[in-house]
Nanobody, 126 residues
Framework: QVQLMESGGGSVQAGGSLRLSCTAS????????MAWFRQAPGEERVGIAG????????YYADSVKGRFNISRDLAKNTVFLQTDSLITEDSAMYYC???????????????????WGQGTQVTVSS
């Protein structure tokens, strides 16, 4: 089974940027789509950005549209999340997820993904 590993989290001041990476232990072409989710303490895990692995089409939650950018590097088996103009409300554990088999339909629902990484923490201070 292909494993996902996130990196790139850290602490940053409001207005700053971070680039998160999600590297798979194998070929990401086995996935139809991959996405980033985040979960703050006491809150549900929510999807924020997704990408179709084959065609590279992207989709975003309204909360991050225009500030975050998801991309993929097939040669490196890696999906990135560039986070800009960070605000304190962006503080959360960020998770990478992938779906193998079936359609993605631009979904950012937790139930739509069947592989998960362990997460990387992002903390934004004012």
């Amino acid at each position: 089974q292909v494993q996902l590993m996130e990196s790139g989290g850290g602490s940053v001041q409001a207005g700053g940027s971070l680039r998160l990476s999600c590297t798979a232990s194998g070929d990401i072409y086995i996935f139809n789509c991959m996405a980033w989710f985040r979960q703050a303490p006491g809150e549900e895990r929510v999807g924020i950005a997704g990408i179709y692995i084959g065609g590279g089409v992207t989709y975003y939650a309204d909360s991050v549209k225009g500030r975050f950018n998801i991309s993929r590097d097939l040669a490196k088996n890696t999906v990135f999340l560039q986070t800009d103009s960070l605000i304190t409300e962006d503080s959360a554990m960020y998770y990478c997820a992938a779906r193998a088999g079936g359609g993605c339909y631009g979904s950012l629902q937790v139930e739509g993904y069947n592989s998960w990484g362990q997460g990387t923490q992002v903390t934004v201070s004012s």
